[in-house]
């Protein structure tokens, strides 16, 4: 039996998620941040309409240009986009302890929230599905230059295709123009990755793309703990992960 890497390896992005619908119907999502990668991904899902479902993770704290962002794209492309939010009943008591700003005092505490905020909704949006799409770039950090088109998260048990790993900045940019995609104008002001509004800031010339991103930390600590579960994906037969 060929492996999915073999399967997908000559395909397009539109070719590649086809297959991977067509072997996990009902069990392919994708999560959006409203990035420029992410609006590429959209785009191809909703041009091409396939069964693939969309996904955000609303933290509460996010730009409002990032919502102005999501309600273009709904109104664009006519996609339904479910929001997955904190745990309130996480939330409200690590707000009552630490305040609302507590990750600027320690990594500990900024792990925390981005754990309440981020990590335990994907989980929660991730549950009984096969294949998890994303919009990883290797350039956005040096964590990532070692990732795979395809990787096994054993974490969230879960395959986790990344379309765009190898694309450059330009190449994303070229495809919104070309596309009249709706983006995030924040990208036009220095913003490469966008996050929450406490947490992110446009980088200045010659800063590396993470510079942006919990700028008060050392550069060795800064993920969220949505990416660094996966290794690449090898097995010749990958098993059943459909949804039960």
């Known amino acids: 039996m060929p492996s999915l890497i073999e399967d997908i390896g000559g395909l397009d992005i539109r070719g590649a998620l086809e297959k991977l619908v067509g072997d996990f119907p009902g069990g ?5 941040s409203f990035s420029m990668e ?15 479902t969309l996904f955000t993770l609303d933290t509460g704290r996010l730009f409002h240009q990032t919502y102005s962002t ?29 305040g ?19 990590v335990e909704p994907l989980k929660r949006a991730l549950a009984g599905n096969a294949v998890w799409v994303t919009g990883l770039r290797a350039e956005h950090s040096p964590g990532r230059e070692q990732l795979a088109p395809l990787e096994w998260d054993e974490d ?14 330009e190449e994303v940019r070229a495809f919104i123009r070309d596309h009249r995609v709706p983006y995030n104008v924040l990208h036009d002001q220095g913003f490469v990755s966008i996050g929450c509004e ?3 800031r446009a980088i200045r010339p010659g ?13 060795s600590k800064k993920e969220c703990g949505l990416h660094v579960h996966a290794r690449p994906l090898q097995s010749p037969v990958i098993p059943d992960h459909s949804r039960s």
């Open 28 to 32: 392919v999502v994708f999560s959006t």
């Open 207 to 219: 800063e590396d793309f993470r510079a942006g991103r919990w700028w008060w930390e050392d550069n």
């Open 198 to 200: 406490p947490c992110t």
């Open 38 to 52: 992410d609006q590429v991904i959209t785009h191809i899902i909703a041009t091409a309409k396939l069964d693939i």
């Open 156 to 169: 969230n048990r879960i395959i986790k295709y990344n379309p765009l790993l190898h694309w450059s900045t």
């Open 70 to 98: 999501w309600s273009s794209t709904v109104a664009r492309y006519g996609l339904a986009i479910r929001a997955f939010t904190p745990d309130r009943d996480i939330l409200e008591p690590f707000l009552a302890e630490k």
């Open 100 to 118: 609302p700003d507590s990750f600027y005092t320690s990594v500990e505490n900024r792990k925390q929230c981005c754990h309440i905020r981020k």
